[in-house]
């Protein structure tokens, strides 16, 4: 996607949060009719710009209630032997750090060790939070909903390497030597701050 399809995707993006608040908070008919039309014309923009027909992206957008908020994913760096834990996905067949989305009622320390003991069958415990990233800021294939990243440095304290629903294999990888990443969920370079961070602990907490 090129620098133009992008500044379209963003924008069809914003006109999708001001429809949902609008359909949040508006009581008048004649509004609520309006942003209805207006949450239509993201729709029909994602279509043109993107794979899907304007019916399968108003499927992926009138579910969207309350006011738009970025959604949260979580990620962990765990470390063995000074190498870095990483999940195979199913779905694509590549590498990651495991994590995934955070759930209603978890905190993040709570859903990353969640995500950690289902993904790779370790058990882990956040110890420090690394970074929170804009995924749009950080060399990520494209996708329509707002997303934060979440990355924690995390303690091994238990488990052993089970393949899960979502992941089928499971290993520790060090910094020169990392398999084909799941571009969607992680870079090389996240994987680099992690290790220097693990390296030295005092550095500040990354953000945007």
């Not at 899907?52 to 979580?74: H, I």
């Not at 320390?109 to 950080?138: C, N, P, Q, W």
Request: proline share 5%; glycine share 8%; net charge negative.
């Amino acid at each position: 996607m090129d620098m133009g399809q992008q500044t379209l995707l963003d924008c069809f993006r914003r006109v999708q949060a001001i429809a949902q608040n609008g359909l949040a908070y508006s009581r008048d008919p004649f509004d609520l009719e309006r942003f209805g039309e207006l949450q239509e014309l993201a729709a029909e923009g994602l279509s043109s710009l993107c794979l899907g027909d304007v019916a399968d992206w108003l499927a992926v957008l009138t579910p969207e209630k309350g006011y738009a908020t970025p959604k949260v994913t979580v990620r962990g760096g765990v470390f063995r032997d000074g190498q870095i834990l990483l999940v195979r996905e199913r779905s694509d067949g590549k590498w990651t750090l495991p994590g995934g989305w955070v759930d209603v009622n978890e905190s993040p320390s709570e859903a990353i060790a969640k995500e950690i003991r289902e993904e790779s069958g370790y058990e882990a415990v956040a110890r420090k939070l690394v970074a929170v990233h804009d995924r749009r800021k950080h060399a990520h294939p494209p996708m329509f909903f707002h997303i934060y990243k979440l990355f924690f440095l995390c303690e091994l304290i238990g488990g052993t390497a089970t393949e899960s629903i979502e992941t089928d294999g499971v290993g520790f990888f060090p910094a020169a030597g990392l398999p084909e990443l799941s571009a969607p969920r992680v870079n090389a370079d996240q994987i680099r701050m992690l290790f220097r961070h693990r390296k030295t602990p005092e550095l500040a907490t990354e953000f945007d």
